[in-house]
């Protein structure tokens, strides 16, 4: 894997705090709520240091590589077997959303979008490992890339486009993944790495 230093030409966002009044949507971004010289340091240390892997996802009736990369971290006992222990880094971070929500997370997945080519389709996360109406916390390092949203049944409501700046914190609360989609698409610019840590709350299986 190619690793950059071109870290000063990551932007934060200026917007600081916001919230979007639109029906069902529960949702706060908080630009620069990483500052960037700490967030050049974080991004440094995921970009080298996780164990970042391809995964196989289903698409419909046969199995594809997923365009981006993934770590998975979390208490085993809920997180599952696979999930690896929480590193020093996740823990600093886990702990600076937790006091900034007010929420207590238990995982994280890191997705890894290492150029325009990499995107994750619209979706909403699942909800029989993380219930109904989660929490997520979505933090961002390196390329700004946009986040789109669009509502399920009411097509009355435009899509909104949310740009994810370097250290931006994205909380996404009630019942946003109930009624709403999301996606990151694909863009034909250059672009650098992105990385997109998810702090979840999931719950053990029975």
């Known amino acids: 894997m190619t690793l950059f230093n071109d870290t000063d030409l990551f932007t934060s966002g200026t917007e600081g705090k916001k919230t979007y009044g639109l029906p069902d949507l529960d949702l706060m971004k908080y630009d620069g709520f990483i500052p960037k010289e700490e967030a050049d340091l974080y991004y440094h240390a995921l970009l080298q240091n996780t164990p970042w892997h391809e995964y196989q996802m289903p698409m419909y009736d046969k199995l594809v590589t997923a365009p981006r990369m993934i770590a998975w971290y979390g208490e085993q006992e809920e997180a599952g077997e696979s999930a690896l222990p929480w590193t020093q880094e996740l823990l600093e971070l886990r702990g600076k959303v937790e006091k900034e929500t007010g929420i207590s997370f238990n995982a994280v997945?890191?997705?890894?979008?290492?150029?325009?080519?990499?995107?994750?389709?619209?979706?909403?996360?699942?909800?029989?490992?993380?219930?109904?109406?989660?929490?997520?916390?979505?933090?961002?390092?390196?390329?700004?890339?946009?986040?789109?949203?669009?509502?399920?049944?009411?097509?009355?409501?435009?899509?909104?486009?949310?740009?994810?700046?370097?250290?931006?914190?994205?909380?996404?609360?009630?019942?946003?993944?109930?009624?709403?989609?999301?996606?990151?698409?694909?863009?034909?610019?250059?672009?650098l790495p992105r990385i997109n840590l998810t702090f979840r709350r999931v719950r053990k299986l029975s």
């Open 109 to 191: 997945l890191l997705n890894l979008y290492r150029d325009g080519n990499d995107s994750v389709a619209w979706h909403s996360d699942k909800e029989h490992k993380i219930g109904k109406n989660p929490s997520i916390a979505s933090l961002t390092f390196g390329q700004t890339r946009p986040f789109r949203l669009r509502h399920k049944t009411d097509k009355a409501i435009g899509q909104i486009e949310i740009p994810l700046h370097h250290g931006t914190l994205l909380l996404m609360s009630g019942t946003t993944n109930t009624f709403w989609e999301h996606h990151i698409p694909k863009s034909a610019k250059e672009m």
